[in-house]
């Protein structure tokens, strides 16, 4: 077994999508990215990459690459969790914290849980998501922009 941690933070700004968790969640600010933005993802991409010790998410989906121009984050997770399979190891379970003021995504989270589960391929009771907000704290607590931290333990095939 190995274990891997991520973190991502993305600006926001007005009138752009936020999607999160891979579930689109309605606010009037969204994340300003090259790809979609999904910044539970992102470090949950980081994670499993840093467990078994192949780079980061920059590496391998630069942001200066036009593919992944807007690309939707899940398409980015399941090539990871596919780069895991051919390095021999698999998703043990994950554990993702996102940090910020509003909006509040405790209605999301059973989805977005569902979601991430589906696409590594693993048991939702393999994958934790929680929200937190910064009491207003920092950038995430003046709603400049998210925050979000994984932790992910990988196993051997």
Known sequence: MRIGFGYDVHAFA?????????VRIDSPLGCVAHSDGDVAIHALCDALLGAIASGDIGSHFPDNDP?????????????????LRERGYKVGNVDIT???????????????????????????EDVSVKATTTEKLGFTGRSEGVAAYAVALVERI
């Open 14 to 22: 007005e009138g752009l999508p936020l999607v999160i968790g891979g």
């Open 67 to 83: 593919a992944y121009k807007g690309i939707d984050s899940k398409i980015l997770l399941a090539r990871t969790v596919a780069h």
């Open 98 to 124: 996102i940090a910020l003021q509003a909006p509040k995504l405790r209605p999301h989270i059973d989805t977005m849980r569902a979601r991430l589960a589906e696409v590594m391929g693993c048991s939702v």
